[in-house]
């Protein structure tokens, strides 16, 4: 490396390391991790300019008893609460003439209300700003009394959120039609309506200096592999950033390995597929805020496992996953086979369609890997531009596109039908692919091979496919290797691949996954007709531990 | 961190060297569509002076029925033009050729090699292996004679239905092979192979040209529903040492082709009641064996055919419920068919060229004496000399979709 290159990197980190120090001194100053006042004019004054008294935070002061009067303060962010179990619970508890209106007294206030006047479940006391800020924030009421140096928190959590709907990626036929929203109470709860367990273990942390995102990690005991949730909780404590404002953020922070175009985390919006998932032994990761939970270890074969294969009969099943690899490969290879076809083994086309193909190509002024290129890089685009488009311009982006797509380019000589579809097919393909995130790696490697078949024809295309496969081997998620149980081959799980086996078959959980506790249903499972001797399907077996 | 920086810097160079690697090599032996010209069908004819005259007949691909029309109308042209080479050997005709084709001559499409007379009564022996070694040129084309033509104008002729003339004279073979059985799809590895085998010599399908070949260049003569110009099947070509020495034609074709085990159904006519060709026997499934045996010092040929098929079409009234008439029916058919075989084997007897593989089936009886004894003098001496048996047994599976023709019940009893 050159010298200047050194120096400059030098000089870049100390600027950095200078912006980081700056960057916590500033956030102490924003949270005072101290304790609360005395008084309640100077802890409201001390809240008032810590939030830049910013307009939604709300202010309500109350004169609690006859004699003598407590000053009490109720402070909570609009919104963000809910005003029904405010007004109920709490003012009017408070404003109504109660017994204890009687009895109170600025030493015995704190006590009283926390006891007697909430009717709130979840309550709790806070000493420092720091935890009083955080609980503001999170949508709980502070109740401030004068003459205390602490506060209650009562867990008003509430504001408005969108209501359970259909999933608008994952979309099946059979199967549950609830989807993931952006409050992390109601996922966790879709999923546990699901596994009535008390092993279905929670566990929650704050991830985000700034944003305090809420982030949870389930999974169930005595199913999960145990080193595989210590290593999820190890890589999200290891987290130190500024905000999480999605799960992508935290995939990208804990995957094994950023150089790939392999997803090696699982992302879902369905609570079916988490839970089935937990049952396999995985964990999952809920982030506060988006519908998308993360779904680790992840394998290749998975992305290819659609929610409905498990719902339909087993050859209806199997065929279908048949069909989805056969996609994926169409996707990845369809442009460059063509290509490859066209410009170096014409010998491999019969001959009646090889003189299609050239007499569409007549008029054509570029090679074919232009003229693929061309198709792709336009498709591509109408799809980024269709995804980002308001919806009342949709309709006029789709007539453009398929007139340019289709009609115009033929016509103005600019491509030839049979790579409108080829392009078509790949499209339609990389479209039908069950998980997005597989299909959008498909891509990227597509226009690589493009390129190698361009260069070298099949032979370029096969070491493509090759460096892809090896690549592919190569990769790990949370330690389990991303082809099992292709490659290492496990027998005994390879039921679950690229083909299904009947529901009755699968007697184990994936090895590399759940260790320990692998059997998954008790023997003679498989069922038949009645039989005049009787056969005792409900023998003992051995049945699930959990 | 040093160690780190250094794997870094050989990653880098290792990527920079693949990515040279493929920009450098630059896309080698890369041919797009539009620079090839796909040849479809190759002639070859014998000029006056002793060279070869290399007719390439080249798909224009544009005017190929089922393309789209291009922008800037490309007009209704013809499907195939035809370039003419001459040359000492075949490799320097086709490099001559790109002095008039603008595109590079592609031979791994070529589906037909058509033989003039003139050069199949000259010799093969020369020109297959300039087609087996070519890398592109493949050993499954269809292989036919010019009878009584040139090769040159069995390529220049336009066709009917089939756009494509290479593809219309594929087609035509492999139909009369199928259902009529005088011709065979002969490829080049077959003929090569029958080349250098001593107990076998090629026979290779004939065409013939009807009419005259110049109209038959032109548009114009297909613009008629009965074009005068025409090319059919005909016959067999047999050769001796490479050489063309005679014609198969008709039910000897058939024959050959049947003792070949290359037929697969045809159409057998029988006398019946007196009346020429009466009844139409369509033969369905065919077996042929044949056997080599040493009797007494000389070799003697056993063919055991069986047929099996349908009656077609009768003019005479017959009762087919019968069981003794179709007896009696199959007995005629059985003799009507051996006496076929016999003329034709009698025939290439008198050619002394073993074009049935006798010579291989003797091999393989007796291989030691074959190579002692036979091998050497087989054409001439003992072929000719061959006592060759015949014996068909022939089955009536089912009489079409009725029993009795309609005119049966007039003439009930009236036998």
Same mark, same amino acid.
């Given at each position: 490396?050159?010298?200047?290159?050194?120096?400059?990197?030098?000089?870049?980190?100390?600027?950095?390391?200078?912006?980081?120090?700056?960057?916590?001194?500033?956030?102490?100053?924003?949270?005072?991790?101290?304790?609360?006042?005395?008084?309640?004019?100077?802890?409201?004054?001390?809240?008032?300019?810590?939030?830049?008294?910013?307009?939604?935070?709300?202010?309500?002061?109350?004169?609690?008893?006859?004699?003598?009067?407590?000053?009490?303060?109720?402070?909570?962010?609009?919104?963000?609460?809910?005003?029904?179990?405010?007004?109920?619970?709490?003012?009017?508890?408070?404003?109504?003439?109660?017994?204890?209106?009687?009895?109170?007294?600025?030493?015995?206030?704190?006590?009283?209300?926390?006891?007697?006047?909430?009717?709130?479940?979840?309550?709790?006391?806070?000493?420092?700003?720091?935890?009083?800020?955080?609980?503001?924030?999170?949508?709980?009421?502070?109740?401030?009394?004068?003459?205390?140096?602490?506060?209650?928190?009562?867990?008003?959590?509430?504001?408005?959120k969108r209501s359970i709907q259909e999933p608008s990626t994952q979309l099946s036929l059979r199967g549950p039609r609830d989807g993931f929203t952006e409050s992390i109470r109601t996922n966790t709860a879709m999923v546990r309506r699901r596994i009535k367990n008390?092993n279905l273990w929670l566990d929650t942390?704050?991830?985000?200096?700034?944003?305090?995102?809420d982030v949870a990690i389930m999974y169930i005991k005595g199913i999960a592999n145990?080193?595989i949730v210590?290593?999820v909780?190890?890589?999200l404590?290891?987290?130190?950033?500024?905000?999480?404002?999605e799960s992508g953020y935290i995939e990208q922070?804990m995957e094994d390995?950023?150089?790939?175009?392999f997803p090696t985390i699982y992302h879902t919006e369905r609570p079916d597929v988490v839970a089935a998932n937990l049952l396999e032994g995985r964990v999952a990761i809920f982030v506060d805020g988006t519908p998308f939970v993360l779904i680790a270890p992840a394998l290749f074969i998975q992305f290819f496992q659609a929610v409905e294969d498990y719902y339909a009969r087993f050859?209806i099943a199997t065929a279908l996953r048949f069909l989805r690899v056969?996609i994926f490969?169409?996707?990845?290879?369809?442009?460059?086979?063509?290509?490859?076809?066209?410009?170096?083994?014409?010998?491999?086309?019969?001959?009646?369609? =090889? *003189?299609?193909? /050239? @007499?569409?190509?007549?008029?054509?002024?570029? +090679? &074919?890997? #232009?003229?693929?290129?061309?198709?792709?890089?336009?498709?591509?685009?109408?799809?980024?531009?269709?995804?980002?488009?308001?919806?009342?311009?949709?309709?006029?982006?789709?007539?453009?596109?398929?007139? =340019? *797509?289709?009609? /115009? @380019?033929?016509?103005?000589?600019?491509?030839? +039908? &049979?790579? #409108?579809?080829?392009?078509?097919?790949?499209?339609?393909?990389s479209l039908a692919t069950p998980a997005l995130s597989i299909a959008i790696s498909a891509?990227?490697?597509?226009?690589?091979?493009?390129?190698?078949?361009?260069?070298?024809?099949?032979?370029?295309?096969?070491?493509?496919?090759?460096?892809?496969?090896?690549?592919?081997?190569?990769l790990?998620s949370f330690?389990v290797?991303y082809m099992a149980p292709l490659?290492?081959?496990?027998?005994?799980n390879s039921g679950d691949t690229i083909f299904r086996i009947p529901t009755w078959a699968f007697?184990e959980r994936p090895r590399l996954i759940s260790?320990?506790n692998i059997?998954r249903q008790?023997?003679?499972?498989?069922?038949?007709?009645?039989?005049?001797?009787?056969?005792?399907?409900?023998?003992?077996?051995?049945?699930n531990?959990t | 961190?040093?160690?780190?920086?250094?794997?870094?810097?050989?990653?880098?160079?290792?990527?920079?060297?693949?990515?040279?690697?493929?920009?450098?090599?630059?896309?080698?032996?890369?041919?797009?569509?539009?620079?090839?010209?796909?040849?479809?069908?190759?002639?070859?004819?014998?000029?006056?002076?002793?060279?070869?005259?290399?007719?390439?007949?080249?798909?224009?691909?544009?005017?190929?029925?089922?393309?789209?029309?291009?922008?800037?109308?490309?007009?209704?042209?013809?499907?195939?033009?035809?370039?003419?080479?001459?040359?000492?050997?075949?490799?320097?005709?086709?490099?001559?050729?790109?002095?008039?084709?603008?595109?590079?001559?592609?031979?791994?499409?070529?589906?037909?090699?058509?033989?003039?007379?003139?050069?199949?009564?000259?010799?093969?022996?020369?020109?297959?292996?300039?087609?087996?070694?070519?890398?592109?040129?493949?050993?499954?084309?269809?292989?036919?004679?010019?009878?009584?033509?040139?090769?040159?104008?069995?390529?220049?002729?336009?066709?009917?239905?089939?756009?494509?003339?290479?593809?219309?004279?594929?087609?035509?073979?492999?139909?009369?092979?199928?259902?009529?059985?005088?011709?065979?799809?002969?490829?080049?590895?077959?003929?090569?192979?029958?080349?250098?085998?001593?107990?076998?010599?090629?026979?290779?399908?004939?065409?013939?040209?009807?009419?005259?070949?110049?109209?038959?260049?032109?548009?114009?003569?297909?613009?008629?529903?009965?074009?005068?110009?025409?090319?059919?099947?005909?016959?067999?070509?047999?050769?001796?040492?490479?050489?063309?020495?005679?014609?198969?034609?008709?039910?000897?074709?058939?024959?050959?082709?049947?003792?070949?085990?290359?037929?697969?159904?045809?159409?057998?006519?029988?006398?019946?009641?007196?009346?020429?060709?009466?009844?139409?026997?369509?033969?369905?499934?065919?077996?042929?064996?044949?056997?080599?045996?040493?009797?007494?010092?000389?070799?003697?040929?056993?063919?055991?055919?069986?047929?099996?098929?349908?009656?077609?079409?009768?003019?005479?009234?017959?009762?087919?419920?019968?069981?003794?008439?179709?007896?009696?029916?199959?007995?005629?058919?059985?003799?009507?068919?051996?006496?076929?075989?016999?003329?034709?084997?009698?025939?290439?007897?008198?050619?002394?060229?073993?074009?049935?593989?006798?010579?291989?089936?003797?091999?393989?009886?007796?291989?030691?004496?074959?190579?002692?004894?036979?091998?050497?003098?087989?054409?001439?001496?003992?072929?000719?000399?061959?006592?060759?048996?015949?014996?068909?047994?022939?089955?009536?599976?089912?009489?079409?979709?009725?029993?009795?023709?309609?005119?049966?019940?007039?003439?009930?009893?009236?036998?």
């Open positions: 490396m050159p010298l200047w290159w050194k120096k400059h990197e030098k000089k870049m980190k100390e600027i950095q390391d200078k912006q980081n120090r700056n960057d916590q001194s500033g956030m102490a100053k924003c949270v005072p991790d101290e304790p609360l006042q005395d008084k309640l004019e100077d802890n409201l004054q001390t809240m008032k300019e810590t939030t830049g008294k910013s307009s939604d935070i709300v202010y309500r002061f109350i004169k609690a008893g006859q004699n003598p009067e407590v000053s009490v303060a109720i402070v909570y962010t609009e919104g963000l609460v809910d005003h029904q179990t405010i007004n109920e619970c709490l003012i009017e508890s408070l404003l109504n003439n109660h017994d204890w209106q009687t009895q109170i007294s600025p030493q015995k206030a704190f006590a009283l209300i926390e006891r007697k006047v909430v009717s709130v479940g979840d309550v709790k006391t806070v000493n420092h700003w720091g935890d009083l800020f955080l609980s503001l924030m999170s949508g709980e009421t502070i109740i401030l009394i004068d003459g205390m140096r602490k506060a209650i928190s009562l867990g008003t959590k509430g504001g408005d008390p942390m704050k991830i985000g200096k700034v944003t305090q995102t145990e080193e210590q290593e909780r190890k890589r404590n290891r987290i130190n950033i500024d905000s999480i404002l922070l390995q950023t150089f790939t175009p050859d056969l490969f169409i996707s990845l290879v369809a442009p460059a086979v063509y290509i490859s076809a066209t410009t170096f083994h014409q010998e491999m086309i019969p001959t009646l369609l =090889v *003189i299609a193909i /050239a @007499a569409q190509r007549e008029a054509v002024p570029f +090679p &074919a890997f #232009v003229e693929a290129l061309i198709m792709e890089v336009t498709f591509e685009i109408l799809r980024e531009a269709g995804i980002r488009l308001p919806r009342a311009v949709g309709q006029a982006l789709s007539v453009v596109g398929a007139i =340019v *797509i289709g009609q /115009a @380019a033929i016509q103005a000589g600019i491509v030839s +039908p &049979a790579m #409108v579809i080829i392009v078509s097919i790949t499209a339609i393909a891509r990227l490697i597509r226009f690589l091979l493009m390129f190698l078949a361009a260069g070298f024809g099949f032979y370029g295309v096969i070491i493509g496919v090759m460096i892809m496969i090896i690549h592919l081997c190569s790990r330690g290797p490659a290492p081959f496990i027998p005994s007697k260790q320990k059997v008790g023997k003679h499972q498989r069922p038949g007709p009645p039989d005049k001797e009787g056969i005792d399907t409900n023998e003992k077996g051995d049945k531990e | 961190m040093k160690k780190v920086t250094r794997m870094k810097r050989k990653g880098l160079l290792i990527l920079f060297l693949f990515f040279s690697m493929t920009t450098l090599s630059g896309c080698w032996s890369k041919k797009e569509l539009t620079d090839i010209a796909f040849v479809i069908g190759v002639g070859l004819d014998k000029t006056e002076d002793g060279k070869y005259l290399v007719s390439f007949q080249v798909v224009s691909p544009g005017n190929v029925a089922g393309a789209v029309q291009q922008g800037g109308g490309g007009g209704y042209g013809l499907p195939v033009t035809v370039f003419k080479v001459r040359g000492d050997n075949l490799v320097e005709a086709s490099r001559q050729g790109a002095r008039m084709v603008s595109r590079q001559l592609y031979f791994a499409h070529t589906n037909l090699l058509v033989i003039g007379e003139d050069l199949a009564r000259e010799g093969l022996h020369e020109i297959f292996d300039a087609l087996e070694r070519n890398s592109q040129f493949r050993t499954t084309t269809s292989v036919i004679v010019a009878h009584n033509a040139r090769a040159e104008n069995i390529l220049t002729l336009l066709t009917p239905l089939d756009k494509i003339p290479a593809n219309k004279v594929i087609k035509t073979l492999e139909t009369a092979e199928h259902v009529w059985g005088e011709n065979i799809d002969v490829k080049v590895g077959d003929i090569i192979q029958d080349l250098v085998s001593s107990g076998k010599e090629p026979v290779i399908s004939g065409f013939k040209l009807i009419g005259d070949a110049e109209n038959g260049k032109r548009k114009e003569h297909l613009e008629t529903t009965d074009p005068d110009v025409r090319l059919t099947a005909d016959g067999l070509a047999v050769f001796r040492d490479g050489k063309l020495i005679g014609w198969l034609i008709g039910k000897d074709a058939r024959a050959a082709t049947t003792i070949l085990k290359k037929i697969k159904s045809t159409v057998i006519n029988i006398d019946w009641k007196g009346k020429k060709e009466s009844i139409v026997y369509k033969v369905t499934r065919e077996h042929t064996k044949v056997k080599a045996i040493i009797k007494n010092g000389r070799p003697e040929i056993s063919i055991n055919i069986d047929i099996e098929g349908d009656i077609g079409e009768t003019k005479v009234p017959v009762d087919f419920s019968d069981p003794n008439e179709i007896m009696k029916l199959q007995k005629r058919l059985e003799k009507e068919f051996e006496n076929e075989i016999e003329h034709s084997v009698n025939k290439v007897q008198e050619l002394k060229s073993d074009i049935f593989g006798f010579g291989e089936a003797l091999h393989r009886t007796a291989p030691q004496l074959w190579k002692k004894k036979y091998q050497n003098h087989w054409n001439d001496t003992w072929f000719p000399e061959l006592e060759v048996n015949v014996q068909v047994s022939a089955f009536i599976r089912r009489t079409g979709l009725r029993y009795n023709p309609y005119f049966w019940d007039k003439d009930q009893g009236g036998d």
